[in-house]
């Protein structure tokens, strides 16, 4: 069991919500969900979530250490574009880059602060566990905050609650440039009050030159060693973070397996490894079913992808644990395809079209 309290502390924090559950993201993912917005801004972006959810006395907690963004040519200034190809893609490269992280969301993009539009509603759906989280990112934040994350099927709201100033939304103060100090309203520079100093000897005027380059010199060296000492709090904070979020070893491998039965492509079976816990087992589908027992049989009825967990008790059924054990990939050759005409956003923020080529969740 992990302890909250001995993350990072200037992870970016969200929530808790009603059941104490609450989000953090490490601060290089939060660098790089905003430097991506920014990039494709004005158009939208999609990209895929990894980390850990984990268990303290105050209840569960997820951390997202990893996020893996799609390719800008398939998103548009109120709509992104996924295919089912894209997502195997996306999913096989974040867990290849990061073994020992499981698959806990998706993210994307919105202009300003706002909500789910409709079609967004409609994809977290399909992320059946209610562990599973969703983040909007805002290209142009507001200055108390740049997203907001959504938890499970019914994306429940989590607001940025802590972090440090920059990764709350806040802009760093503009260097002061030339162009930046103050002038007339038509940009000419303003006067200057010049003041008249009497004349020095030459011995004194070397004197005070020599001064103040020794002072300029001595700033300079100031300036790196600070730079340097801030370079290696960064990298130490990176590494602490990495190492707190590691999952106990015994948590590394997925006590179960799901495989699609060769003859019939919409089912699925699962079965929990010999050296599993004797507890009961429950299935969570990703079609918002669940199964009961150490080895079960599950018809798809539609095709698309599935994200399966399975939940194992210990011995005396007192406490349980929960896997993600794989995206099962279900292709019905006898369904045709549906329309793909994207929804209507309900209000809230410009939406985001379905993906080309949806298949149903």
């Known amino acids: 069991m992990r302890v909250r309290g001995e993350l990072p502390p200037d992870c970016a924090r969200f929530g808790p919500d009603s059941d104490g559950f609450?989000?953090?993201?490490?601060?290089d993912v939060v660098a790089s969900l905003?430097?991506?917005a920014a990039t494709h801004a004005p158009d939208e972006f999609f990209g895929l979530l990894a980390g850990r959810v984990f268990q303290d006395a105050a209840g569960p907690y997820a951390v997202i250490a990893a996020m893996q963004a799609g390719e800008a040519s398939r998103a548009g200034r109120a709509h992104v574009r996924l295919d089912h190809?894209?997502?195997l893609r996306l999913r096989s490269e974040i867990l290849r880059r990061n073994p020992g992280l499981d698959l806990v969301g998706w993210t994307h993009s919105h202009t300003h602060p706002s909500g789910y539009s409709s079609v967004d509603r409609d994809e977290q759906r399909t992320w059946a566990d209610p562990q599973h989280l969703?983040?909007?990112v805002y290209m142009d934040p507001c200055p108390d905050t740049w997203a907001t994350a959504y938890?499970?099927?019914a994306a429940r709201p989590l607001r940025l609650a802590g972090g440090p100033?920059?990764?709350s939304g806040t802009q760093a103060p503009a260097a002061r440039t030339l162009d930046s100090l103050p002038g007339s309203a038509d940009g000419a520079p303003v006067a200057v009050r010049r003041t008249v100093h009497?004349?020095?000897p030459a011995g004194r005027v070397v004197a005070a030159g020599l001064a103040t380059i020794a002072a300029a010199a001595l700033a300079a060296v100031v300036l790196l060693v600070a730079g340097w000492l801030h370079v290696n709090r960064r990298l130490t904070a990176i590494e602490t973070a990495i190492a707190t979020m590691q999952p106990p070893a015994t948590q590394i491998a997925t006590p179960a397996t799901c495989r699609v039965q060769p003859a019939d492509s919409t089912i699925v079976v699962c079965t929990v490894n010999d050296h599993a816990s004797t507890g009961d087992v429950a299935w969570h589908m990703g079609d918002g079913s669940t199964e009961i027992g150490r080895k079960i049989e599950h018809d798809y009825r539609k095709s698309g992808w599935y994200p399966v967990f399975v939940e194992i008790a210990d011995g005396d059924d007192t406490e349980s644990s929960t896997w993600f054990v794989d995206l099962i990939t279900v292709v019905d050759s006898s369904e045709t395809s549906p329309d793909e005409a994207d929804d209507e956003p309900d209000g809230e923020s410009p939406a985001t079209s379905r993906r080309d080529h949806r298949e149903s969740y």
Do not use: Q
């Open 22 to 27: 609450e989000v953090f993201v490490v601060p």
């Open 34 to 36: 905003r430097t991506t």
């Open 85 to 87: 190809d894209e997502m």
């Open 134 to 136: 969703g983040l909007l």
């Open 151 to 153: 938890r499970g099927p």
């Open 165 to 167: 100033a920059w990764t």
């Open 198 to 200: 009497r004349s020095r």
